[in-house]
């Protein structure tokens, strides 16, 4: 299975802020979405990426002050992206051994999609499952 496969099963809609968004207003896109990270984004170029882990990571430096910074005083600035090609195991191997958990995906340097590690997860329950019945199915005419 490929990340193409990932992106034709949850679609290519990418959410984003601009690097001068306040923190406290990617904060709530973030809630609202119940999403756990965000592109920053300028224009089509991706600038970084925040997390969750970012936004505690900061607050626990330096306080609930920080949420009137930009997004750009706190966001992940290298950025790890992967290609529609790249095979699902590949993925996983890169987001466990980054230890982070979200890949925005660019085809001829072009962003077309973002995929998560629940994404990855979902599409390998699926796998097993398929899986499993087809050899249900081979016992069963056996």
């Known amino acids: 299975m490929t990340v193409r496969a990932i992106l034709n099963a949850k679609g290519h809609n990418v959410l984003s802020v601009p690097p001068d968004a306040k923190l406290s207003a990617a904060v709530k896109v973030l809630s609202e979405r ?12 991706v600038d970084g990426i925040l997390s969750e882990r970012d936004i505690v990571r900061v607050l626990g430096e330096r306080g ?8 750009s ?9 992967c290609r529609p090609s790249d095979t699902v195991a590949g993925l996983m191997e890169v987001m466990t051994s980054g230890k ?12 077309v999609g973002l995929v ?5 997860v979902k599409l390998r329950v699926q796998e097993y499952e398929t899986e499993q ?10």
Not at 73 to 81: E, G, H, P, Q
Not at 116 to 120: A, E, L, T
Not at 133 to 142: F, G, N, Q, S
Request: glycine share 8%; aromatic share 4%.
């Open 34 to 45: 119940r999403i756990g990270a965000v592109l920053v984004m300028s224009g089509t170029r």
């Open 64 to 71: 609930a002050g920080v949420l009137d910074e930009p997004v």
């Open 73 to 81: 005083a706190v966001m992940t600035r290298k950025v790890i992206n």
């Open 100 to 111: 982070f958990r979200h890949l925005p995906v660019l085809e001829n340097d072009r962003l």
């Open 116 to 120: 998560s590690i629940g994404d990855v």
């Open 133 to 142: 019945e087809a050899l249900r199915d081979y016992i069963k005419t056996a």
